[in-house]
């Protein structure tokens, strides 16, 4: 299976599964960590000499080469596991909510941070200190290579739980609540939906209100020329008016915003492979 196709299926799931998803993303915040001991009892399952070789490097002290590991996961056909157990599911199975939250949740943060929070424990000796830093360290540039992050996201996503930890909050705080007052006489921007098309965009709203679904709408409207760049507010306005329950101005902005970014080699974040084929996917069912 194709990957696109495979995270077409995984988001599909996701999406209609949000009560099992959500229990499973409970589970990984856990402080006993007890989402990360049932992920490892898995492995474990999966790839017999897993525990020994974890073991083994931090025993060894030698972090940085994790060629080893990729070699397990390549001889136990752990990705062709995963595959096979997503498309027949085991009862009780958390493969399908892993990889759910692998793909579309904040895994990578979660395990950052958990990372950081256990480099607290007065316990913990400088060996395991430095095993932990190495997974996180991997973590973040797993998610990198992937195209899952850019490096701009770990800048904003540390920058956060600096704030979390720090005392200086009064200027980011206010930040987002100051708005610009308008200009007099400009013109207020104006979105319109194509008649033709306001069926099928019905149809995708019943079960897609999410602020990236929106923001996924709006600029597949926009690479389809039927909707001006940007207008966010506009855009908000027409759709809670024909279809009602529509989320938020600001969480479509932040979204639309985040897809429209370009990145350090110039490419635009909505051509990541999480999201582009989403937005193709939905460009090609307005055009039929």
Same mark, same amino acid.
């Given at each position: 299976?194709?990957?696109?196709?495979?995270?077409?299926?995984?988001?599909?799931?996701?999406?209609?599964?949000?009560?099992?998803?959500?229990?499973?993303?409970?589970?990984?915040?856990?402080?006993?960590?007890?989402?990360?001991?049932?992920?490892?009892?898995?492995?474990?399952?999966?790839?017999?000499?897993?525990?020994?070789?974890?073991?083994?490097?931090?025993?060894?002290?030698?972090?940085?080469?994790?060629?080893?590991?990729?070699?397990?996961?390549?001889?136990?056909?752990?990705?062709?596991?995963?595959?096979?157990?997503?498309?027949?599911?085991?009862?009780?199975?958390?493969?399908?909510?892993?990889?759910?939250?692998?793909?579309?949740?904040?895994?990578?943060?979660?395990?950052?941070?958990?990372?950081?929070?256990?480099?607290?424990?007065?316990?913990?000796?400088?060996?395991?200190?430095?095993?932990?830093?190495?997974?996180?360290?991997?973590?973040?540039?797993?998610?990198?290579?992937?195209?899952?992050?850019? $490096?701009? %996201?770990?800048?904003?996503?540390? &920058?956060? !739980?600096?704030?979390?930890? =720090?005392?200086? #909050? /009064? +200027?980011?705080?206010?930040?987002?609540?100051?708005?610009?007052?308008?200009?007099?006489?400009? $013109?207020? %921007?104006?979105?319109?939906?194509? &008649?033709? !098309?306001?069926?099928?965009? =019905?149809?995708? #709203? /019943? +079960?897609?209100?999410?602020?990236?679904?929106?923001?996924?709408?709006?600029?597949?409207?926009?690479?389809?020329?039927?909707?001006?760049?940007?207008?966010?507010?506009?855009?908000?306005?027409?759709?809670?008016?024909?279809?009602?329950?529509?989320?938020?101005?600001?969480?479509?902005?932040?979204?639309?915003?985040?897809?429209?970014?370009?990145?350090?080699?110039?490419?635009?974040?909505?051509?990541?492979?999480?999201?582009?084929?989403?937005?193709?996917?939905?460009?090609?069912?307005?055009?039929?």
């Amino acid at each position: 299976m194709e990957l696109n196709t495979f995270l077409l299926e995984i988001k599909k799931w996701k999406e209609s599964h949000i009560e099992q998803y959500d229990l499973f993303e409970e589970y990984m915040n856990r402080k006993d960590n007890a989402g990360y001991d049932k992920i490892f009892q898995m492995a474990t399952s999966i790839i017999p000499k897993y525990k020994s070789a974890v073991s083994r490097k931090l025993n060894q002290g030698s972090f940085d080469d994790i060629s080893d590991f990729n070699i397990l996961f390549s001889e136990n056909n752990v990705a062709e596991y995963l595959v096979s157990n997503f498309q027949n599911i085991p009862k009780n199975s958390i493969i399908p909510a892993m990889l759910a939250w692998l793909y579309f949740g904040k895994s990578f943060e979660r395990m950052v941070e958990r990372g950081l929070e256990m480099r607290k424990k007065q316990t913990l000796s400088y060996v395991e200190k430095q095993f932990i830093v190495s997974i996180m360290k991997q973590v973040i540039e797993f998610s990198i290579s992937s195209g899952l992050r850019i $490096k701009s %996201d770990w800048e904003n996503h540390f &920058q956060q !739980l600096q704030l979390a930890d =720090g005392n200086n #909050l /009064e +200027n980011w705080l206010i930040q987002d609540s100051i708005t610009e007052k308008k200009n007099v006489g400009r $013109k207020p %921007d104006t979105q319109e939906l194509p &008649q033709h !098309l306001l069926e099928k965009i =019905g149809k995708y #709203l /019943e +079960n897609n209100k999410s602020e990236n679904h929106l923001a996924y709408l709006k600029i597949a409207l926009e690479e389809l020329k039927f909707s001006k760049p940007k207008g966010i507010k506009a855009f908000r306005e027409i759709l809670n008016k024909k279809y009602g329950n529509i989320i938020s101005e600001r969480g479509i902005q932040s979204a639309y915003k985040t897809l429209t970014d370009t990145m350090s080699n110039g490419e635009f974040q909505k051509d990541l492979k999480q999201h582009r084929p989403f937005i193709d996917q939905l460009k090609e069912m307005l055009s039929n």
